[in-house]
């Protein structure tokens, strides 16, 4: 295999009460990335996108896992990445982790699968960190694995994939700025005993709902008594949103990874589409442009559609 | 029915991580309850333990249970019933809500079962009440319902019953004095977000590894960084204990309810048992006399044993 192409999904990290260990892939929006595998070891990174993104290898999310892995690897293959990307970066839908999942997961499959896939998470931390600043998982792990996936811990790594329940995902993007430094500092560093304790039984129904198929269960759980409060002050209509998606039909939802997006999932497409409906005039009404996007959750994660 | 007898079985609360919202029942220790409906609206409680628990109804943890059935559901029938317990008060294996549960489900069964688990469950938490002070479902939801349960609420009521793994739980129950209300009163009000965040990720791969049947995940994810550092120190012993249950092949475990007691989870019955001897030569060195308890999950909780 010396060509292959990827289709790389948008994640939702930070599910409601799961704050910093559930995120989960969408079919949509999703990213294309074709790689090409070289016999001398150079890094070349090109977007077909308008996002203006660094194609400096060192200074691109993808080219410092390709120069990690081939580091780490000793290598003496190189590689040609192009990459057309559709998931807007600072949406809070996991941009930068699609590029550091794909550059991983694509050089890995060119080699013929020599990494397990916790080791493909492991090189693509090293993206989000350029990113970021931080080498966390919480977007990678389910873009990777596919569906709902709990990262208990990065170190020692430790992901469990969830079941990926039937069920579909509203995202709205308004073109606000959230910084991710912001909607981290903001935060209370200490938290109430009782306040923890109640998103705990939040988190464990979730965690119930995901795996019994209980969709009652998990709209019963999606409650986050201690992040939403703070950073949903960031986002405009934050709280208009979720009161008429809850009207309309879903089961419940918040901010996706640190904003500015806002999730909803429900059983029926037509309350998904409803809910985009919704959401788009909420943000029309107020001139902010928006995005919005209706998929289901993406049990599958990164694919493979083209391979030569 | 005008008689019945009832095998009550002993529960584990606060099971590790999950402070306040997990608990499972063992099938030793155990009470038994014979009940006895009577045509005229009294209440009869009496005790063949030699605990000298108060029999006056109204004092006595199953008589203010059976009161405020009589009086909510209008009852012209009484109740008599025999306790005979074996779940020493005061150990953290509820033996409160032993006497509480077993009230609610044998007047309820007695009357031809008007009730729904949930409503037993309601009227226990009165029994609770007087013995704690706190109308808490913690030993109360796996009593009734048997296996691991998850009181996500209790306002409402909302009560998860997980699945129960095949797993052999050893208990040890030291005879020093914790009271509850200390165990309360030392915990801190605040924590740091840091910690319960790594708690959450913990109580999160708990429930996932207790519906996936993942002993290595139940293993992984027994880790309570917040409660169990403090409440530990009121627990003679306890670190050693831990420790070398965990050298003997225990899964995890950690402080029953609010202590004194111990409890560690194992695949293996004799792994189980081994742990069990460690415990009680870990008392014996100290001249703390304990008692110690083999047996599985119980996945059935209360059991009517006798009926006429």
Same mark, same amino acid.
């Given at each position: 295999?010396k060509?292959i192409? *990827?289709?790389?999904?948008? $994640?939702v990290?930070n599910?409601?009460?799961?704050?910093?260990?559930?995120?989960?892939a969408?079919?949509?929006?999703?990213?294309?990335?074709?790689?090409?595998?070289l016999e $001398?070891?150079?890094?070349?990174?090109?977007?077909t996108?308008?996002?203006?993104l660094?194609?400096?290898p060192s200074?691109?999310? %993808?080219?410092?896992?390709?120069?990690?892995?081939?580091?780490?690897?000793?290598?003496?293959?190189? +590689?040609?990445?192009?990459?057309?990307?559709h998931?807007?970066?600072?949406?809070? =839908?996991?941009?930068?982790a #699609?590029s550091? %999942?794909? #550059? %991983?997961?694509g &050089?890995?499959?060119?080699?013929?699968?020599p =990494?397990s896939?916790?080791e493909?998470v492991?090189? &693509?931390?090293f993206?989000?960190? *350029?990113a970021?600043?931080?080498?966390h998982?919480d977007?990678i792990?389910?873009?990777?694995?596919?569906g709902? $996936?709990?990262?208990?811990?990065?170190?020692p790594?430790d992901i469990i994939?969830l079941?990926?329940p039937? /069920?579909?995902? $509203? #995202?709205?993007?308004p073109?606000v700025?959230?910084?991710?430094?912001?909607?981290?500092?903001?935060?209370?560093?200490?938290i109430?005993l009782?306040?923890a304790?109640?998103?705990?039984?939040n988190?464990?129904?979730?965690?119930?709902?995901?795996?019994?198929?209980d969709?009652s269960?998990i709209?019963r759980? *999606?409650?986050?008594v201690?992040?939403?409060?703070?950073?949903?002050?960031?986002i405009p209509k934050?709280?208009e949103?979720?009161?008429k998606? *809850?009207q309309?039909?879903? /089961?419940g939802?918040?901010?996706?990874?640190?904003g500015?997006?806002? +999730?909803?999932l429900s059983e029926?497409?037509?309350?998904a589409?409803?809910?985009a409906?919704m959401?788009?005039s909420?943000y029309?009404?107020?001139?902010?442009?928006? +995005?919005?996007?209706?998929?289901?959750?993406?049990p599958?994660?990164?694919?493979?559609v083209?391979e &030569?």
């Amino acid at each position: 295999m010396k060509k292959i192409k *990827l289709k790389v999904p948008a $994640t939702v990290a930070n599910m409601v009460c799961g704050f910093d260990i559930l995120g989960m892939a969408v079919h949509d929006p999703y990213d294309e990335m074709e790689f090409r595998l070289l016999e $001398t070891p150079e890094i070349i990174i090109k977007h077909t996108d308008l996002f203006g993104l660094p194609e400096e290898p060192s200074g691109n999310v %993808a080219g410092v896992v390709l120069l990690k892995m081939q580091e780490s690897l000793n290598l003496k293959n190189g +590689f040609e990445v192009i990459i057309h990307k559709h998931i807007k970066p600072g949406s809070g =839908l996991g941009s930068s982790a #699609a590029s550091a %999942a794909g #550059a %991983a997961f694509g &050089a890995n499959a060119l080699l013929g699968n020599p =990494l397990s896939k916790e080791e493909v998470v492991h090189f &693509a931390m090293f993206g989000e960190e *350029l990113a970021s600043g931080v080498r966390h998982a919480d977007n990678i792990a389910p873009c990777i694995y596919g569906g709902i $996936t709990l990262v208990k811990s990065t170190s020692p790594m430790d992901i469990i994939p969830l079941n990926s329940p039937d /069920l579909f995902v $509203t #995202a709205v993007h308004p073109q606000v700025e959230v910084k991710t430094s912001d909607a981290r500092q903001i935060l209370k560093k200490n938290i109430t005993l009782k306040s923890a304790v109640e998103q705990w039984g939040n988190i464990a129904g979730l965690v119930a709902g995901i795996e019994k198929n209980d969709f009652s269960l998990i709209g019963r759980s *999606l409650n986050d008594v201690i992040i939403e409060p703070i950073r949903s002050i960031l986002i405009p209509k934050f709280d208009e949103i979720k009161t008429k998606s *809850l009207q309309l039909g879903a /089961l419940g939802g918040g901010i996706s990874g640190s904003g500015p997006s806002i +999730f909803m999932l429900s059983e029926k497409k037509e309350t998904a589409e409803k809910i985009a409906q919704m959401m788009q005039s909420a943000y029309d009404e107020i001139d902010i442009e928006s +995005f919005v996007y209706v998929s289901k959750i993406n049990p599958a994660g990164i694919q493979i559609v083209e391979e &030569a």
